[in-house]
């Protein structure tokens, strides 16, 4: 079983809709959890962070997490052309401090005029 | 503010040689971990460093290894360099708290090439 599990994709949608991003993890301590965009040919860039259960909004984003169901999601509102990108879940589950980020395989999100 | 600036961003390398990657984080930020990109095997970490000690190490064989200095730039060596080497390697900068988990920001990265 993957640690961190995401649909790979393509996931289209039309431009204005809702796009729904969903992550799986198998750690059950894992404490943080993130979310990056990454264009082709770029590095990753971190759009949200969510450490404890609920929903995290940051304009257009909002991150929902359940550690009870081990789930985390991303739902990006009025979906743009420019949100076409990759979209990779990430979990910290080191307990003792520091950094060590498990990623899903992304998921490929296609925003369609 | 200056973001992570990694250079190269771009090296050649024939197999059997070794390879310096560097890393300068972003200003007030002590910790710098090192990722692995492929399209087989996706993002995987290699190690974390923080005030010039290895914190975390990912599950990469000892041809992989790093170092910080004490103004918190880091670079990573690869030795005896593999075909299966060729990747785009990321370092990725965080405040590195040790008693809170917080985010990490990518640089750009270095793609390496092994002929």
């Known amino acids: 079983q993957k640690e961190v599990e995401q649909n790979s994709g393509p996931l289209s949608v039309p431009e204005g809709a809702i796009a729904s991003l969903n992550c799986t993890y198998s750690?059950?301590?894992?404490?943080?959890f993130f979310w990056y965009r990454q264009y082709s040919g770029k590095s990753p860039e971190l759009i949200m962070s969510?450490?404890?259960?609920g929903d995290k909004e940051d304009g257009r984003f909002t991150a929902q997490l359940n550690k009870a169901s081990q789930y985390v999601s991303l739902l990006i509102r009025d979906s743009q052309p420019s949100d076409s990108a990759t979209y990779l879940c990430?979990?910290?589950?080191?307990?003792?401090?520091?950094?060590?980020?498990?990623f899903g395989t992304g998921t490929q999100l296609k925003v369609e005029l | 503010k200056a973001g992570v600036t990694q250079t190269p961003r771009y090296l050649i390398k024939t197999r059997g040689q070794q390879v310096t990657l560097s890393c300068s984080p972003i200003s007030g930020h002590r910790s710098v971990s090192w990722y692995q990109q492929t399209p087989g095997q996706g993002l995987q970490f290699l190690f974390e460093y923080f005030s010039e000690t290895q914190r975390n190490k990912g599950n990469f064989p000892g041809r992989f290894s790093g170092r910080q200095f004490s103004n918190s730039r880091s670079e990573m060596n690869v030795s005896t360099l593999e075909l299966g080497d060729s990747a785009l390697y990321l370092c990725?900068?965080?405040?590195?708290?040790?008693?809170?988990?917080?985010?990490?920001?990518f640089g750009q990265g270095t793609r390496l090439t092994v002929v």
């Open positions: 990430a979990v910290n589950g080191l307990r003792g401090g520091g950094n060590k980020l498990t």
């Open positions: 750690d059950r301590v894992s404490q943080s």
């Open positions: 990725a900068s965080s405040l590195g708290r040790r008693q809170f988990y917080t985010e990490a920001f």
């Open positions: 969510i450490y404890s259960n």
